[in-house]
């Protein structure tokens, strides 16, 4: 009589007792059979039913008796567990026929024979660790995630580049926004910013135009580096996750809609200016909450002409600010995307959002492009406000004033004490201010600078005090920002709207540099220091107490 055994896999030497049990004489169906891909020997399939599904079980046959598919059964079971470097011993129960299905399972410490049940089989809990469809979902997470960086190309950087001369490694892991890089951490043995430039160097032999080494604060170190300064370590991104794609053809048409928008919201800010030479039924309509029929705008087309200096102030102002990023970015050779106008109808806009479309080589070179585009409209706006201030202050130019509510003056604390020392206690304690349209200009202008260059998120100010200071200061300006933000107590009205935009559009802090460990220097810290302070300045309004004592407007107190 032959005996049937099971197939047994084993990467270890273990000693088991197969016990086996006397059943009838059966003859197995014939059905077409094919080589089991453990045992390499013949395998036979059954359908079994279970309630609203089938299942198709496959069962390993081993014959001693040159094909006779007849005699005892005998099994022994233990738990599959499988793993990438070895195999736990394996059996399955395979020798009931399919009349009677035969379902035992022992462990190495039970003696008792295995007991036959007439119950239907059931599915063996053996099996792989996750299902067909949780396999293709990491699949297509692969396929639309980041491109990770190739193992085989870490292990001839760890070989070519690293060493006990300049960087030891001791330990490995996952770097970048979603773990799609490889950050080297170890021992510096060299001056780093030599070390870094052979690094660089020898990554463009190694493997060509394929990836980008950054140079960065070890996280979570527990000490500073024996030479100074905090310790290094060194990530690897491939170019195609760590530097920004190109601009597309819907950012371009967004950017010119933009743009119109934002002509249109300057036009309207030089018509608002006129607001005592308006129709009354338009000041009605803009001013009162409770006016509800709309007047003829047909009215307004006559200020049009008179609106556009004040307009062409605003858009030379945001244009100045934008070529002062781009002519500190050239020679650094960094790639900065179109701007992205902001139209507002208060200040005319709110500025533009400029990306950098390249990797930054250090945090100099942030603190530069950022600081250039603010201090080229803060000139231009500077000098305007001057110069509107002087012929404010000249009667000869009495008919190319505007009259402004003197309440307005309140809104800067910078601001508004140049313009009392400017233009004397007389003109500024009254209902209105005859003003000229230039210094509307500069006044708007240096309030969108400074509020560009508030310390938070990617704002100019943002960039400049987190490439000065680091990415922990700039977490610790940014909460206080939005704190006095939200208070109210920078920018007054326009102090909600523009926290709500860098909210939405600009929260998010810069990427860090190639080099994102070499300090920029004092006098970079110092200047950004003294523009965050003008900016506090600049956004502070001026608080009744102070306003009745200088007279700036006409206080009234209940």
Not at 193 to 204: G, I, P, R
Request: charged letters at 20%.
């Amino acid at each position: 009589m032959g005996t049937l055994t099971t197939c047994t896999l084993s990467t270890l030497d273990f000693n088991f007792t197969v016990k086996s049990r006397q059943i009838p004489n059966f003859r197995l169906p014939k059905k077409p059979k094919s080589s089991c891909f453990l045992c390499r020997r013949s395998i036979q399939s059954e359908r079994v039913w279970f309630p609203r599904r089938s299942f198709r079980r496959l069962r390993c046959y081993s014959s001693s008796d040159n094909g006779n598919n007849e005699g005892e059964s005998s099994s022994s079971g233990s738990s599959n567990k499988s793993t990438t470097d070895s195999a736990t011993t394996t059996t399955r129960t395979t020798a009931s026929p399919p009349e009677v299905a035969e379902d035992t399972r022992t462990n190495d410490y039970d003696s008792d024979p295995p007991s036959v049940s007439s119950r239907p089989p059931t599915i063996s809990p053996l099996g792989p660790a996750y299902n067909n469809f949780q396999v293709d979902s990491f699949k297509l997470m692969e396929l639309l995630g980041p491109e990770k960086v190739d193992p085989a190309d870490v292990k001839l950087i760890k070989e070519k580049l690293f060493g006990y001369s300049t960087f030891w490694v001791t330990k490995e892991e996952p770097f970048g926004d979603l773990g799609e890089g490889i950050l080297f951490l170890g021992n510096l043995r060299g001056k780093r910013e030599e070390v870094f430039a052979k690094f660089q160097s020898l990554l463009a032999e190694v493997t060509g135009n394929k990836y980008n080494l950054f140079m960065v604060e070890e996280p979570n170190a527990e000490d500073l580096d024996p030479r100074g300064g905090p310790r290094v370590s060194f990530g690897l991104l491939r170019k195609e996750v760590s530097e920004p794609g190109p601009t597309t053809l819907w950012q371009y048409v967004i950017a010119f809609l933009l743009f119109l928008l934002t002509i249109g919201s300057s036009v309207e800010l030089g018509i608002a200016s006129q607001i005592n030479r308006l129709p009354p039924e338009v000041v009605k309509y803009f001013t009162d909450p409770n006016a509800i029929d709309p007047p003829d705008m047909e009215l307004l087309f006559p200020f049009v002409d008179s609106a556009l200096p004040l307009a062409y102030g605003v858009l030379g102002v945001l244009l100045f600010h934008e070529v002062g990023h781009f002519l500190a970015a050239f020679p650094k050779k960094v790639k900065l995307s179109i701007p992205f106008f902001i139209p507002n109808i208060t200040l005319g806009s709110f500025g533009a959002i400029t990306q950098f479309k390249s990797v930054l080589p250090d945090r100099s070179t942030k603190v530069d492009i950022s600081l250039a585009g603010p201090f080229a409209s803060a000139a231009l706006s500077l000098s305007m406000f001057a110069v509107g201030l002087l012929l404010s202050s000249n009667p000869n130019a009495t008919g190319d004033l505007v009259q402004v509510p003197s309440m307005l003056f309140q809104g800067s604390l910078l601001l508004g004490l140049i313009s009392r020392a400017t233009l004397g206690y007389a003109s500024m304690h009254a209902a209105t201010v005859p003003i000229h349209p230039l210094m509307i200009a500069g006044w708007c202008g240096l309030t969108t600078t400074a509020f560009n260059m508030l310390p938070v998120g990617c704002l100019d100010g943002g960039r400049a005090v987190q490439g000065a200071f680091g990415k922990n200061a700039l977490i610790a300006f940014g909460l206080t920002t939005y704190t006095l933000l939200g208070l109210g107590v920078l920018g007054g009205p326009l102090s909600l709207p523009w926290g709500l935009y860098v909210l939405i559009c600009q929260r998010t802090p810069e990427k860090p540099c190639l080099n994102d460990v070499t300090e920029v220097g004092t006098w970079r810290k110092t200047i950004v220091t003294v523009a965050v302070f003008l900016v506090v300045l600049t956004l502070l309004p001026v608080w009744d107490e102070l306003a009745e004592e200088l007279g700036i407007g006409l206080v009234t107190t209940f």
